[in-house]
C-alpha cells in the first residue's frame, strides 16, 4: 500500500531529547577535545562500543531491582526476535567488550584504562539536566583493586571538570564495603525496617524483600523519615573494607581534595561496592538547586558476573548535557570565528570561476563562502559583511575577461587584482600579505 504522501506534517523531536546545534556543537567539540587531553595524560584510550546490547546484560548488571531496569529501559524485540535494549549506560557494555576482547590479557596494561563519549538512553521524566537521551563521558579501569587507583580516578573527575572551567565541586564519597559487610548491612536493614513496613511507601516494600539497600535511595517522602535514622553501612564495615575506604581518605587528604563521607549514598545501580563516589555542584545554570555532574565507584565482581576472570573495575560517568549547562553559563558567548573568504560573482560564468576558486582556496587552508542564490552583488556585499570576511573576491565581467580577482581587504578597503593562477597557487601569500601585515 503506497502512503498517501502529506505535504507540510510537521514533526517534533522525541520528548526528553534535544538538538545540538551548530553554534552549540562548537562547545561540545572544545569541552570533548579538553577531556580528551585530561585522558591522555591518564593514559585512558577512547573505546567506543555500540549503542544497544542484549536487554540480559544490562538487567544483570544494573541489577533488577534498580530503577533503570524497572522503568526506564528503551528495550525492544529486534526483527529477529532477540531481546535488545539502547544503553542506559556505559558501564555495562564496556565491561562486555572487555571480557569479549580478552583485554585481560598479559599483552595489555594493568591498570586497562579507556574513556568513552556518547547517547545514553533512559525512560525518565524530562526536566532540566535530566534527558531521556543524554550524553555520558565516562571512564573505566581494570584490573587493580588498589584505592590508590580510587583515589586517582575520583582526582580524575575533578582535574576534567576544572580543565573546562567548572569550580565550586562538592564531593560525597561513601563505601558499600565487600560482600561479607553487604550481607551483614543487608540483615541489618531488614532488621530495621521489617517492623515499619507498613509504614513505607509501595515501592520500598517490595524493595524490602527483593533489595532492602535500594529503600535508602527512595525519592518518596513517606519513606524519608525512616531512612533518616536507618542504620549506617559504616558501622557493618569487615577490616578490610574499613582498610580500604582509610586509604582512600588519606590519599584525597594528600591530594588536597575535599569530600565528605555521606553514609546514605547508595547509587542507582547494583554493581558497586567499595567505594563509591558523587561530584555535585549548585549553579543559577540548574536553577540554584545542587546536581551531581558526576558520579561512579568501585565494582569488584562485575567483569565475573558478566562472564569474564574474577578482576575488579573503578570508573565514573559524566553527564554532557549538565556539565555543557555549567560551562556555558560560566562563560559569555564567544564570536564566530570570522570567515577568512567571501566571493562574490556577478554571473552566470562567474559562479563557476568562484566554484573553482573556492576549492583551490579551502584547499590551502581557508574558510570560503560564496553566493548560491543569484543575489544581486549588494546582497552578496551584505551577507560578507555579515559573515565577518576578512577578504571578498569580486569575480565580474572585467575579472573574468582579464582572468583575474579583485581581491578586497574588508578592514581597510585595500582592494588588488590577482591573475586567477596565482590565487589558486599562491593564495597563502597573498593573505599573508593582506590580512596578517596589513594589521
Ligand atoms: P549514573 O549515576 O547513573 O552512573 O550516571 C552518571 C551521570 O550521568 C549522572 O551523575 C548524571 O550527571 C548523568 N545522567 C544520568 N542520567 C541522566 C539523564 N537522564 N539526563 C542527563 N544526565 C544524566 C552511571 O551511569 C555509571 N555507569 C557511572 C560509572 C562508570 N560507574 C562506574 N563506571
Same mark, same amino acid.
Given at each position: 500500500?503506497?502512503?498517501?504522501?502529506k505535504?507540510?506534517v510537521?514533526y517534533q523531536?522525541p520528548?526528553g531529547?534535544?538538538?545540538?546545534l551548530?553554534?552549540?556543537?562548537q562547545?561540545w567539540d572544545?569541552?570533548e577535545?579538553?577531556?580528551?587531553?585530561?585522558?591522555?595524560?591518564?593514559r585512558y584510550?577512547?573505546?567506543?562500543?555500540?549503542l544497544?546490547?542484549s536487554?540480559d546484560?544490562y538487567?544483570?548488571s544494573?541489577?533488577?531491582?534498580?530503577?533503570?531496569?524497572t522503568?526506564?529501559?528503551?528495550?525492544?524485540?529486534d526483527?529477529?526476535?532477540?531481546?535488545?535494549?539502547?544503553?542506559?549506560?556505559?558501564t555495562?557494555g564496556v565491561?562486555r567488550a572487555y571480557?569479549?576482547?580478552k583485554?585481560?590479557?598479559p599483552e595489555f596494561p594493568?591498570?586497562?584504562r579507556?574513556?568513552?563519549?556518547?547517547?545514553?538512553?533512559r525512560?525518565?521524566?524530562p526536566?532540566s539536566?535530566r534527558?531521556r537521551?543524554?550524553h555520558q563521558i565516562g571512564?573505566?579501569?581494570?584490573?587493580?583493586?588498589?584505592p590508590?587507583?580510587?583515589?586517582e580516578t575520583?582526582?580524575?573527575?575533578?582535574?576534567?571538570?576544572?580543565?573546562?572551567?567548572?569550580?565550586d565541586l562538592?564531593?560525597a564519597?561513601?563505601t558499600?564495603?565487600d560482600?561479607?559487610?553487604?550481607q551483614?548491612y543487608?540483615q541489618a536493614?531488614?532488621d530495621?525496617f521489617?517492623?515499619?513496613k507498613?509504614e513505607?511507601s509501595e515501592?520500598?516494600q517490595?524493595r524490602?524483600?527483593k533489595?532492602?539497600?535500594?529503600?535508602l535511595?527512595?525519592?518518596?517522602?513517606q519513606d524519608k523519615?525512616?531512612?533518616?535514622?536507618a542504620?549506617s553501612?559504616?558501622?557493618? @564495615?569487615?577490616?578490610a +573494607?574499613?582498610?580500604? /575506604?582509610?586509604?582512600v581518605?588519606?590519599?584525597?587528604d594528600? #591530594?588536597g $581534595?575535599?569530600?565528605?563521607v555521606d553514609?546514605?549514598?547508595?547509587?542507582?545501580?547494583?554493581?558497586?561496592?567499595?567505594?563509591?563516589?558523587e561530584i555535585m555542584?549548585t549553579?543559577?545554570a540548574?536553577?540554584?538547586k545542587?546536581?551531581t555532574?558526576?558520579?561512579?565507584?568501585?565494582?569488584d565482581g562485575?567483569v565475573?558476573?558478566?562472564g569474564g576472570?574474577?578482576l575488579?573495575?573503578?570508573?565514573f560517568?559524566?553527564?554532557?548535557?549538565r556539565l555543557?549547562l555549567?560551562?556555558?553559563h560560566?562563560r559569555?558567548?564567544e564570536?564566530?570565528?570570522p570567515l577568512?573568504?567571501y566571493i562574490?560573482?556577478?554571473?552566470?560564468p562567474?559562479?563557476?570561476?568562484a566554484?573553482?576558486?573556492?576549492h583551490?582556496?579551502r584547499?590551502?587552508?581557508?574558510?570560503?563562502?560564496?553566493d548560491? @542564490?543569484n543575489?544581486? +552583488?549588494?546582497s552578496? /556585499?551584505k551577507?560578507?559583511?555579515?559573515e565577518?570576511?576578512? #577578504?571578498? $573576491?569580486?569575480l565580474?565581467?572585467?575579472?573574468?575577461?582579464?582572468s583575474?580577482a579583485?581581491?578586497?581587504?574588508?578592514?581597510t578597503g585595500q582592494?588588488?587584482?590577482v591573475p586567477f593562477a596565482?590565487v589558486?597557487t599562491?593564495f597563502?601569500?597573498?593573505?599573508?600579505?593582506?590580512?596578517?601585515e596589513?594589521?
Amino acid at each position: 500500500m503506497l502512503l498517501e504522501r502529506k505535504i507540510g506534517v510537521k514533526y517534533q523531536k522525541p520528548k526528553g531529547t534535544a538538538d545540538i546545534l551548530p553554534q552549540e556543537a562548537q562547545l561540545w567539540d572544545e569541552v570533548e577535545a579538553k577531556s580528551r587531553e585530561v585522558f591522555r595524560r591518564y593514559r585512558y584510550g577512547e573505546i567506543r562500543v555500540p549503542l544497544f546490547e542484549s536487554y540480559d546484560l544490562y538487567a544483570r548488571s544494573s541489577g533488577d531491582t534498580s530503577d533503570i531496569v524497572t522503568k526506564e529501559m528503551y528495550d525492544f524485540n529486534d526483527k529477529g526476535g532477540r531481546h535488545m535494549a539502547l544503553r542506559p549506560e556505559g558501564t555495562a557494555g564496556v565491561v562486555r567488550a572487555y571480557v569479549e576482547n580478552k583485554l585481560y590479557g598479559p599483552e595489555f596494561p594493568k591498570p586497562y584504562r579507556v574513556y568513552y563519549m556518547g547517547p545514553m538512553f533512559r525512560y525518565e521524566r524530562p526536566q532540566s539536566g535530566r534527558q531521556r537521551e543524554f550524553h555520558q563521558i565516562g571512564v573505566e579501569a581494570f584490573g587493580s583493586d588498589s584505592p590508590l587507583l580510587d583515589a586517582e580516578t575520583i582526582q580524575l573527575g575533578v582535574d576534567l571538570l576544572h580543565s573546562v572551567g567548572v569550580h565550586d565541586l562538592r564531593l560525597a564519597i561513601n563505601t558499600l564495603g565487600d560482600p561479607e559487610t553487604r550481607q551483614a548491612y543487608h540483615q541489618a536493614l531488614v532488621d530495621y525496617f521489617t517492623p515499619h513496613k507498613a509504614e513505607l511507601s509501595e515501592d520500598s516494600q517490595i524493595r524490602l524483600a527483593k533489595n532492602p539497600l535500594r529503600i535508602l535511595d527512595s525519592k518518596d517522602p513517606q519513606d524519608k523519615p525512616l531512612v533518616a535514622d536507618a542504620p549506617s553501612i559504616l558501622d557493618y @564495615l569487615t577490616p578490610a +573494607a574499613q582498610a580500604h /575506604f582509610s586509604v582512600v581518605k588519606e590519599s584525597l587528604d594528600k #591530594l588536597g $581534595i575535599a569530600y565528605v563521607v555521606d553514609p546514605t549514598m547508595v547509587r542507582g545501580l547494583d554493581y558497586y561496592n567499595h567505594t563509591i563516589f558523587e561530584i555535585m555542584t549548585t549553579s543559577p545554570a540548574f536553577g540554584n538547586k545542587e546536581l551531581t555532574v558526576l558520579a561512579g565507584g568501585r565494582y569488584d565482581g562485575l567483569v565475573e558476573q558478566v562472564g569474564g576472570p574474577a578482576l575488579p573495575g573503578v570508573g565514573f560517568g559524566l553527564g554532557t548535557e549538565r556539565l555543557m549547562l555549567l560551562v556555558q553559563h560560566n562563560r559569555p558567548a564567544e564570536e564566530a570565528a570570522p570567515l577568512n573568504v567571501y566571493i562574490a560573482s556577478l554571473s552566470e560564468p562567474a559562479g563557476a570561476e568562484a566554484l573553482v576558486l573556492a576549492h583551490a582556496i579551502r584547499e590551502a587552508g581557508y574558510t570560503v563562502d560564496m553566493d548560491f @542564490l543569484n543575489r544581486k +552583488a549588494k546582497s552578496q /556585499f551584505k551577507t560578507a559583511n555579515r559573515e565577518n570576511a576578512q #577578504l571578498v $573576491i569580486t569575480l565580474g565581467e572585467d575579472e573574468l575577461a582579464h582572468s583575474a580577482a579583485s581581491i578586497k581587504q574588508m578592514a581597510t578597503g585595500q582592494q588588488i587584482q590577482v591573475p586567477f593562477a596565482e590565487v589558486t597557487t599562491e593564495f597563502h601569500k597573498i593573505y599573508q600579505q593582506l590580512v596578517e601585515e596589513g594589521k
